[in-house]
């Protein structure tokens, strides 16, 4: 079989297992800094409640027009960034300043795929964690606080079956 990049992460939570694993790509989720949430209408609804765990968290959140306006209506403080084809200072230019360390981004539409493939190229450039889904989205929040919360334990696989029932 041809390796495709599996990676794993073992914890005692769902998270936590989702950060170590983000850990072994190289790629790791940080654990403060700027969060850009750029979402499709379709999945707005699913990010509620990880919008709110990064602003729990104290990060600071950056989105698109659409996405701010619908954040700022269920009272999740967020700045609005440009997207590419809006114009200067944009998401691009953010990411190659320093000032955004994780993404997310569930893109849809025509125009969609102008911006996230400019998007995609910055991130992997500079070693930028990208999500494309909420429910990794959600996770990721999830991961991002259990370390905060040092929760991050290390242990052998001997020992993770050793707890099984």
Same mark, same amino acid.
């Given at each position: 079989?041809?390796?495709?990049?599996?990676?794993? %992460?073992?914890?005692?939570?769902? %998270?936590?297992?989702?950060? /170590?694993?983000?850990?072994?790509?190289?790629?790791?989720?940080?654990?403060?800094?700027?969060?850009?949430?750029?979402?499709?209408?379709?999945? /707005?609804?699913?990010?509620?409640?990880?919008?709110?765990?990064?602003?729990?968290?104290?990060?600071?959140?950056?989105?698109?027009?659409?996405?701010?306006?619908?954040?700022?209506?269920?009272?999740?403080?967020?700045?609005?960034?440009? /997207?590419?084809?809006?114009?200067?200072?944009?998401?691009?230019?953010?990411?190659?300043? %320093?000032?955004?360390?994780?993404?997310?981004?569930?893109?849809?539409?025509?125009?969609?795929?102008?911006?996230?493939?400019?998007?995609?190229?910055?991130?992997? /450039?500079?070693?930028?964690?990208?999500?494309?889904?909420?429910?990794?989205?959600?996770?990721?929040?999830?991961?991002?606080?259990?370390?905060?919360?040092?929760?991050?334990?290390?242990?052998?696989?001997?020992?993770?079956?050793?707890?099984?029932?």
């Amino acid at each position: 079989m041809r390796s495709t990049g599996e990676v794993l %992460g073992l914890a005692s939570s769902y %998270g936590m297992a989702f950060f /170590k694993a983000q850990e072994a790509t190289q790629v790791p989720l940080p654990v403060s800094g700027t969060v850009l949430i750029t979402i499709a209408d379709r999945d /707005k609804h699913k990010i509620i409640t990880t919008a709110r765990n990064f602003a729990e968290m104290n990060f600071r959140i950056l989105a698109t027009g659409g996405t701010q306006n619908f954040l700022s209506e269920q009272g999740i403080p967020a700045e609005m960034i440009l /997207k590419v084809h809006e114009g200067r200072p944009n998401i691009v230019d953010a990411i190659m300043n %320093g000032e955004i360390q994780l993404v997310i981004n569930t893109p849809a539409g025509p125009q969609s795929e102008y911006d996230d493939s400019y998007i995609r190229k910055t991130v992997i /450039k500079y070693k930028i964690p990208y999500i494309t889904t909420t429910s990794a989205a959600l996770a990721s929040s999830k991961g991002i606080k259990a370390r905060q919360e040092r929760q991050y334990i290390v242990k052998s696989l001997q020992e993770y079956h050793a707890q099984i029932e």
